[in-house]
């Protein structure tokens, strides 16, 4: 696990290894352990590493060479069938200098060619210098793990893990990408291939980029399987999945340095921490967080499940319960996601990163069990419009009208209640596709519109997603439109930049391409069945878990940020979004952003989401557009509260 980086210059100028080392400090947090950097002997490539020493910690220094020096790596994630493919290798001659996962790359490319990544099961992003060639090829594992960011100049191709060592390269400016605001206040955060910088973008997943001559290629070497398998028995999937969710986890327990698991008590996390223990020799440790305060923090606590699993594996259970202080928490923490996202978990998921950091330096989560199986609310919406068709007509519209003065607000039980089916009954009318898109959105395009006077920007992630899915079972269609836009650029980005802002490596074993790959072949009817969430993975889970944790209602991996916009943040809300603040960055209507704020603190609408992904681009402005230090903007901050 580490952090790379590198360029490749088109214009005969050497690299200048100093650029590589300023790229390299800039994202130190990625690898503490170690560092790199590798320069062609005609100057034209450099590639450069910063390293967390988890596999061979005394012998995986990168950038890895072959033996005549013809091809070099740098390689950041975990590879975890290296060792079968080692032997393959060996067994064909290859001769390895390291114990490290991240040269099999190397011998593996000599064999194969690009087609090398279809072999690979890991979470990873690399970059491979074929001096044979004078070729750079970079990569992005199948599901999009670990994030990989590129720079395009006439003189440069550049390429970070994170998108602020690309700010370190010569002449690069820190400008807003504009084209991308309607998709960020759609969705709340950035769809690949675009990022929030001006001239940077994400490499989408399953992504490969080479340069040769002086050309560049990009394609995709790999997509979800849209085809659905509906000769298989229930019974049987229910086998394939138990079997297919252990080798994953016992797969993903590779490592030379401590490990542990992050369990929230969930059926995800609680399912990883119960494979660890069948394949660990000594007890796991698990790490669990909750919030201080009253029915807002409570909704979010899960630490009586998370103990009662700890309790059931006998795992080496510690717990941490916070009360955050999110204003000296939120510049840091912006400044290492790259992008400002309006997902709350974000925040907890560092907070819990910084705590297991203290004994371990890997650990395990659930991160991608919803969207396999089918766990998310929003996965019901066809199951209860059926119902809903039930009715007369006159009243489905009545009901709809009523829906419209509910008050809306999810950090109360009653008023959470109040928001789902508000939200339910207010996109029962449309087609499945605008139905997932309106459960899924931060912001409506109408109110988008009016934010930003109609420069909305011309990319809608959503639409081209759903032209690339597949058609032929609707639950795995939002599967698959899921896989190429929320998993990657939000949970799995958040997930990533925030347990290495603590140089921790957090591993994703639900997300195991073969187990992926499996789960894309589940009928939608068998997925969810008669309303139950994740039916065939919590029928493949009986033996392992009780009832009360299998079908517990789901409670998301958040913060309780609505109430505390309205309490705690109150003040640096309204600071960071009033009229004149608001009128001077001239992005958006001030009218508007008013607007939504009265509604949020009346409960008119639920406006968390939108406000905080507001409230974040503000922050991130002042931080790379502004150039401002992390402590002077949390200084400023916390001015405000008093």
């Known amino acids: ?102 040269e099999v790359l190397l011998h593996l490319y000599d064999e194969m060619g690009d087609d090398f990544v279809h072999r690979l099961d890991g979470m990873f992003n690399f970059a491979l210098w074929d001096a044979r060639r004078k070729r750079l090829l970079i990569g992005r594992d199948h599901l999009g793990v670990k994030p990989l960011y590129v720079h395009q100049s006439a003189t440069v191709l550049g390429f970070a893990t994170e998108a602020k060592a690309l700010l370190q390269l010569p002449g690069m400016r820190t400008e807003l990408n504009r084209d991308v605001l309607g998709d960020y206040l759609h969705l709340g955060y950035v769809p690949a291939p675009h990022s929030m910088f001006s ?28 085809t659905i398998d509906r000769s298989v028995s229930e019974a049987e999937w229910v086998d394939r999945i138990r079997s297919g969710m252990e080798s994953a986890v016992h797969r993903q327990m590779v490592s030379d340095v401590p490990i542990g698991a992050f369990l929230s008590g969930g059926v995800d996390s609680s399912a990883v921490v119960a494979y660890m223990a069948r394949h660990s020799s000594h007890p796991i440790r698990t790490y669990a967080i909750g919030f201080e305060g009253g029915e807002a923090e409570q909704l979010y606590n899960e630490l009586p499940y998370a103990r009662q699993v700890a309790r059931l594996f006998g795992t080496e259970h510690r717990e941490i319960v916070v009360k955050p202080d999110v204003v000296g928490l939120l510049p840091k923490l912006l400044w290492h996601m790259d992008e400002p996202v309006s997902d709350s978990a974000f925040i907890t998921t560092f907070l819990v990163s910084e705590f297991a950091r203290q004994d371990v330096k890997v650990i395990l989560s659930g991160v991608g069990g919803d969207e396999l199986f089918g766990g998310y609310r929003r996965y019901l919406g066809g199951h209860y419009v059926r119902k809903l068709e039930r009715l007369p007509r006159w009243s489905r519209r009545l009901m709809s009208r009523a ?14 209640t109040l928001r789902l089916a508000r939200g339910f009954l207010a996109s029962a009318e449309l087609s499945p596709d605008e139905r ?113 944790i299998l079908d517990r209602k789901k409670r998301g991996f958040g913060t309780p940020m609505g109430a505390w916009l ?26 508007v952003v008013s607007r939504l704020m009265a509604d949020h603190e009346s409960a008119r609408i639920d406006g968390t989401d939108a406000l905080l992904a507001l409230m974040n681009l503000e922050i991130w402005s002042r931080l790379y557009l502004d150039g401002h230090s992390v402590d002077d903007v949390t200084a400023e901050l916390k001015s405000h509260l008093a």
């Open 1 to 102: 696990m580490c952090g790379i980086h590198g360029f490749y210059r088109f214009d005969g100028e050497r690299v200048d290894p100093a650029q590589l080392t300023a790229m390299g400090d800039v994202t130190r947090h990625r690898g503490p352990d170690d560092e790199g950097q590798h320069i062609d002997r005609n100057g034209r490539c450099g590639i450069a590493m910063r390293r967390l020493s988890i596999i061979d910690l005394a012998g995986g220094h990168q950038p890895i060479s072959n033996a005549d020096d013809t091809l070099w790596v740098v390689c950041n994630g975990e590879i975890y069938n290296f060792r079968e493919l080692r032997a393959e290798l060996q067994d064909r001659g290859y001769r390895f200098k390291t114990g490290s996962d991240s």
């Open 199 to 226: 001239g940077i973008r994400k490499l989408p997943p399953a992504t490969l980029l080479a340069v040769e001559n002086g050309e560049v290629r990009e394609w995709r070497y790999w997509r979800l399987p849209a």
């Open 403 to 416: 829906a419209e003065l509910m008050p809306s607000d999810r950090h109360s039980k009653v008023l959470n």
């Open 436 to 548: 997932y898109r309106h459960y899924l959105q931060v912001l409506d395009h109408e109110t988008v519109s009016a934010l930003t006077g109609g420069r909305n920007g011309s990319s809608d992630a959503l639409a081209a997603a759903f032209a690339a899915a597949g058609d032929e079972d609707a639950l795995n269609r939002m599967f698959a439109v899921d896989a190429e836009t929320q998993l990657p650029d939000d949970l799995l980005m958040l997930t990533d930049k925030m347990s290495m802002a603590v140089s921790l490596e957090c591993r994703v074993p639900l997300l195991d391409r073969e187990l992926v790959e499996l789960a894309a072949a589940i009928p939608e009817s068998l997925k969810v069945k008669n309303g139950r969430l994740k039916h065939l993975m919590k029928d493949a889970l009986s033996d392992v878990l009780p009832p009360d």
């Open 566 to 591: 309205k309490r705690e943040l109150a003040p640096v809300l309204r600071r960071l979004l009033a009229t004149d603040v608001v009128r001077d960055r001239g992005l958006f209507d001030p009218a």
